[in-house]
């Protein structure tokens, strides 16, 4: 896997999103998950029905790694205590987990899956 980023930061000090290659679109077929860690974060790529979703990938209930659960039309199910994540919103959909995923920006350019780290 090749990971490339960028960082800008503006002649005013505002810094733009950094965005991180983390592979080609055909790398990751429609009901597949991908795991990779950029610096600190562990982050889950889902495709889900061809479009491509990325999240945390630990569980927020009882830190799981998201990556071995299930990946269905409802989002993902942690492999412990069965919580889906919706992959869209971040949001838990049933107990145990009530806490959300962090969501990234997701763009597709030039058939290069990238995310927004920052």
């Known amino acids: 896997m090749r990971l490339t980023h960028l960082k800008v930061i503006t002649n005013t000090g505002e810094i733009l999103p950094e965005w991180v290659n983390v592979c080609k679109l055909n790398h990751l077929k429609k009901g597949e998950m991908l795991d990779f860690d950029y610096k600190d974060k562990k982050i889950l790529l889902a495709n889900l029905d061809g479009k491509i979703y990325a999240s945390d990938r630990t569980c927020t209930h009882a830190d799981a790694d998201l990556s071995t659960g299930i990946l269905t039309e409802e989002g993902v199910t942690c492999p412990l205590h069965l919580s889906t994540f919706n992959l869209k919103t971040g949001m838990p ?10 969501i990234y920006n997701v763009k597709i350019e030039q058939n290069e899956i990238y995310i927004e780290v920052n």
Request: charged share 30%; proline share 20%; no cysteine.
């Open 93 to 102: 959909e049933n107990l145990p987990a009530e806490i959300p995923l962090k």
